[in-house]
């Protein structure tokens, strides 16, 4: 197994350095617990309104579910809900996008950095969710470490956001336990 450890850090350039690494993302956003926005990529404005929502989405299954997310003025079904993370798409077989959300618990200060992602086809939440995870890991100090499982075998030991008391489907056939 391997250990992946990260130092803490919600610096805009830190952060604009590592998104820009993320080439299979089409948009991200990233804001604090009280909505501010720290950076974004290919959104040229993000309503306020669709911060707040992000925000609250873990509150109620069924008003997550029913209005789905908007990201930029683009409207996504959602039709995951696996707290800490949601997710869903947009579109057609051939122009599809999908949309991941996630919260970070930071152990610094105790409050959320909330995370959002687009993916264009063919890249599928089965392959974003998994580096969205991994990115968020970079920036949570003293993160919770847990195992990765596909099946019986162990996948590996990744630091990660899942609170301690939840288990979260990361992708089909992958979950996360404390």
């Not at 993302?25 to 404005?45: C, Q, R, S, Y």
């Not at 669709?50 to 069924?62: A, Q, S, T, W």
Request: aromatic share 10%.
């Amino acid at each position: 197994m391997v250990e992946a450890t990260a130092k803490y850090t919600l610096d805009k350039k830190a952060l604009d350095d590592e998104i820009v690494k993320e080439k299979e993302w089409n948009k991200v956003l990233i804001a604090d617990h009280e909505g501010k926005v720290i950076t974004t990529k290919n959104l040229a404005a993000v309503n306020p309104d669709e911060i707040k929502f992000f925000m609250g989405c873990l509150e109620d299954r069924d008003k997550t579910i029913g209005p789905g997310f908007v990201l930029g003025g683009d409207h996504f079904d959602v039709h995951r809900y696996h707290p800490p993370l949601v997710y869903g798409r947009r579109g057609g077989p051939e122009d599809g996008e999908g949309i991941a959300y996630c919260r970070v618990k930071s152990k610094v200060n105790n409050q959320y950095v909330h995370f959002v992602i687009t993916y264009l086809l063919p890249i599928i939440s089965a392959r974003a969710i998994p580096q969205m995870l991994d990115f968020s890991k970079k920036f949570r100090k003293n993160a919770l470490s847990h195992t990765f499982r596909s099946g019986r075998a162990y996948v590996t030991k990744l630091t990660t956001l899942i609170e301690p008391h939840t288990r979260a489907i990361i992708a089909p056939g992958f979950y996360a336990e404390p």
